[in-house]
T-cell receptor, first 114, second 117 residues
Framework: KAGVTQTPRYLIKTRGQQVTLSCSPI?????VSWYQQTPGQGLQFLFE???????NKGNFPGRFSGRQFSNSRSEMNVSTLELGDSALYLC?????????????FGEGSRLTVL | DQQVKQNSPSLSVQEGRISILNCDYT??????FLWYKKYPAEGPTFLIS?????DKNEDGRFTVFLNKSAKHLSLHIVPSQPGDSAVYFC????????????????FGQGTILTVHP
């Protein structure tokens, strides 16, 4: 059974640009969540999607957005990139509708903003 | 406002001994607590969880203890092995008053565990 797949794995952008990251959940998983990991802040929740609807959103500015498609695949977008957006962006999927918290994470997309 | 805290950034243990990783939380509405392990260049991997209605859950070498009155949980690894060396994250689920919580976890900052041969 394939795991959570994230693309691209690494990318470099400059300030002001925008970026789109992609996530394919485990087959059958309908819930997808996104997290940002930085050395100073740890793992911070961005947002979660279930059945193409955003269910929860973390405390991030509106430059961070996402969506989920009918096949449960998800994308997140960051516009007007800032240096502080450099981070590892992790996608996670889960099977259950009401979460007990057992998420399956991808390997992440490492974003560097110059 | 950090609702889940791991106050020890690192822990060093000898192979075969017990590793105890600690975690404190402030939100009494959390209903599940989890531990994740993370190796460099990989995503976090689920290790073990415990419901807020229990005080102990065991899975092989890993045991999680929950003390609700103290808002404290701990992960015990016995015996510790060099392959256990990784970053361990404590996480909590729930905490949304009246709302659903499918995939939202609140993570601690992580503890780097090093197990020496």
């Amino acid at each position: 059974k394939a795991g959570v797949t994230q693309t691209p794995r690494y990318l470099i952008k400059t300030r002001g640009q925008q970026v789109t990251l992609s996530c394919s959940p485990i087959s059958g998983h309908r819930s997808v969540s996104w997290y940002q990991q930085t050395p100073g802040q740890g793992l911070q929740f961005l947002f979660e999607y279930f059945s193409e609807t955003q269910r929860n959103k973390g405390n991030f500015p509106g430059r961070f957005s996402g969506r989920q498609f009918s096949n449960s695949r998800s994308e997140m977008n960051v516009s007007t990139l800032e240096l502080g957006d450099s981070a590892l962006y992790l996608c996670a999927s889960s099977l259950r509708g009401r979460g007990t918290g057992e998420l399956f994470f991808g390997e992440g997309s490492r974003l560097t903003v110059l | 406002d950090q609702q889940v805290k791991q106050n020890s950034p690192s822990l060093s243990v000898q192979e075969g001994r017990i590793s105890i990783l600690n975690c404190d939380y402030t939100n009494s509405m959390f209903d599940y607590f989890l531990w994740y392990k993370k190796y460099p260049a990989e995503g976090p991997t689920f290790l073990i969880s415990i419901s807020s209605i229990k005080d102990k859950n065991e899975d092989g070498r890993f045991t999680v203890f929950l003390n609700k009155s103290a808002k404290h949980l701990s992960l015990h690894i016995v015996p510790s092995q060099p392959g256990d060396s990784a970053v361990y994250f404590c996480a909590a689920s729930g905490g949304n008053a009246g709302g659903t919580s499918y995939g939202k976890l609140t993570f601690g900052q992580g503890t780097i565990l090093t197990v020496h041969p």
